[in-house]
């Protein structure tokens, strides 16, 4: 009997112990919120996958947020710098603080995202590489116009 109490006691203390992990964690905000993708304003069309819909959603709200260091680290490998980022940002910081609209084009290593901005006349487009067929992009920031 005292063996099967001992017994579920470390089992108690196990459960506590991973499952309580979050117990230290008081940050409830949704990830949608503390990214920032819940706050813009985005139509998307064409068929985007879950991962390239995320990175367009994370450059798009990096974009808006002008955040340079943000931007760089969205980059796929071999896809630009830091100085790409800030050129960016520079070109298309303003423009990211209006509505947008997304239209996906799917390829297999690579997906195109044709990003117009309201009021802008040029648009945005972004290469998405996807090198590990895992669904997870990075953005090529060095084809920018």
């Avoid at 910081?93 to 006349?121: C, I, N, W, Y």
Wanted: aromatic share 4%; with cysteine; hydrophobic share 40%.
């Amino acid at each position: 009997m005292r063996r099967a109490h001992g017994a579920v006691g470390l089992v108690g203390a196990a459960v506590l112990l991973l499952g309580g992990c979050d117990v230290l964690n008081t940050d409830k905000t949704p990830d949608r919120v503390r990214n920032g993708t819940s706050e813009l304003d985005l139509t998307v069309t064409g068929r985007p996958t879950p991962g390239s819909l995320s990175i367009t959603e994370h450059v798009l709200a990096r974009l808006k947020a002008r955040d340079v260091d943000g931007l760089a680290d969205l980059a796929a490998k071999d896809g630009g710098s830091k100085d790409d980022a800030k050129h960016w940002v520079t070109r298309w910081g303003k423009a990211a603080q209006r509505p947008v609209t997304a239209h996906f084009l799917l390829g297999e290593h690579e997906s195109t995202v044709d990003v117009r901005f309201t009021g802008e006349r040029a648009t945005l487009s972004l290469l998405l590489k996807d090198n590990s067929y895992d669904d997870k992009y990075g953005v090529v920031l060095s084809a920018i116009d």
